[in-house]
Nanobody, 128 residues
């Protein structure tokens, strides 16, 4: 059973940058995981933000964060990162990391229901 844990959230001002980190332990091979970031703002449903395939090359970003956020992974450190630049107040949310073990040929998924393991979330607040 994988244990997923996020870190790096906090309170920042609009225009600032923040990097979220996520680690997944308790898995035989971190490199077999596709990983995603989702967020949930107060009073709203959880939404997709970014995902990276186990191959490390295929990534996906939501339209609302394209050009500002990037997702990357370091298999040696068993970490996935979400670099968030030019933050806006509307980026305020709890950010969740999710993981899913996939075969190499599987497509990258951005659907939260397909992810098996979830962290507890890390809050990000962007003040105007």
């Amino acid at each position: 059973q994988a244990h997923v844990e996020e870190s790096g959230g906090g309170l920042v001002q609009a225009g600032d940058s923040l990097r979220l980190s996520c680690t997944a332990s308790g898995v035989q091979q971190f490199s077999r995981l596709s990983l995603g970031w989702f967020r949930q703002a107060p009073g709203k449903e959880r939404e997709f933000v970014a995902a990276v395939h186990r191959n490390g090359r295929n990534t996906a970003l939501s339209e609302s964060v394209k050009g500002r956020f990037t997702i990357s992974r370091d298999n040696d450190k068993k970490m996935v990162y979400l670099q968030m630049n030019s933050l806006k107040p509307e980026d305020t949310a709890t950010y969740y990391c999710a993981a899913k073990s996939v075969i190499l040929s599987a497509p990258l998924t951005i659907t939260e229901t397909t992810y098996d393991y979830w962290g507890q979330g890390t809050p990000v607040t962007v003040s105007s």
